[in-house]
Nanobody, 114 residues
Framework: QVQVVESGGGLVQAGGSLRLSCAASGSIFSLNAMGWYRQAPGKQRKWVATITSGGYTSYVDSVKGRFTISRDNAKNTVYLQMNTLKPEDTAVYYC????????WGQGTQVTVSS
């Protein structure tokens, strides 16, 4: 069994920064890609960023240049550094860990005020 726990969400003014963390624990034998999705109120969950086991990163166009995904393999943790936040970044952010199959966290709320 694998547990995935996000942290770091909160309320921030437009232009501010937040850093999300996501730690995986449990029976992890092979940790592959790690990523972030977000779901705004009344909308579908959408992909934000991914980092592969080799460190290759990819981002949705709307966050390129503002968000940075990184990982610490020793800690089974993935991070999302979010800078120059905009009100449209407001959403519940979910972490997904691929370790044989996909494991999702419970989500952390990010609210950006204008």
């Amino acid at each position: 069994q694998v547990q995935v726990v996000e942290s770091g969400g909160g309320l921030v003014q437009a232009g501010g920064s937040l850093r999300l963390s996501c730690a995986a624990s449990g029976s992890i034998f092979s940790l592959n890609a790690m990523g972030w999705y977000r779901q705004a109120p009344g909308k579908q969950r959408k992909w934000v960023a991914t980092i592969t086991s080799g460190g290759y990163t990819s981002y949705v166009d709307s966050v390129k240049g503002r968000f940075t995904i990184s990982r610490d393999n020793a800690k089974n943790t993935v991070y999302l550094q979010m800078n120059t936040l905009k009100p449209e970044d407001t959403a519940v952010y979910y972490c997904v860990i691929t370790a044989g199959k996909d494991y999702w966290g419970q989500g952390t709320q990010v609210t950006v005020s204008s």
